[in-house]
Nanobody
Framework: QVQLVESGGGSVQAGGSLRLSCASS????????MAWYRQAPGKERSLVAA???????WYPDSTKGRFTISKDNNKKTLYLQMNDLNAEDSGMYYC??????????????????WGQGTLVIVSS
């Protein structure tokens, strides 16, 4: 069982930056992929960035060029650097991990381990 704990959320003005962290209880070499999801009030959870065990990254068009996902295997920590934030980036951000094999961009690629989330509020 992989346990994930997010941190780093907060309030920021539009155009600002935040860095989220996700501490894992297991080595990142034990999972095939990790990701960040966002859920705004009244909306479905959506993928904002993903990274494979071999450090291949994937972003949807909405975050490409503004968000960067990275991981520190020694610290067992996943990061999400978010720049040029706008109000639509507000929501609860969840860290996720999977031991399943799949394609990062596949909407059917499921993550079975989830953190409790950290809240990001972007004010305009």
């Amino acid at each position: 069982q992989v346990q994930l704990v997010e941190s780093g959320g907060g309030s920021v003005q539009a155009g600002g930056s935040l860095r989220l962290s996700c501490a894992s209880s297991e080595s990142m070499y034990e999972v095939n992929a990790m990701a960040w999801y966002r859920q705004a009030p009244g909306k479905e959870r959506s993928l904002v960035a993903a990274v494979s065990r071999r450090d291949t990254e994937w972003y949807p068009d909405s975050t490409k060029g503004r968000f960067t996902i990275s991981k520190d295997n020694n610290k067992k920590t996943l990061y999400l650097q978010m720049n040029d934030l706008n109000a639509e980036d507000s929501g609860m951000y969840y860290c996720a991990a999977t031991k399943r094999i799949g394609i990062l961009s596949d909407p059917n690629y499921r993550y079975e381990y989830w953190g409790q989330g950290t809240l990001v509020i972007v004010s305009s």
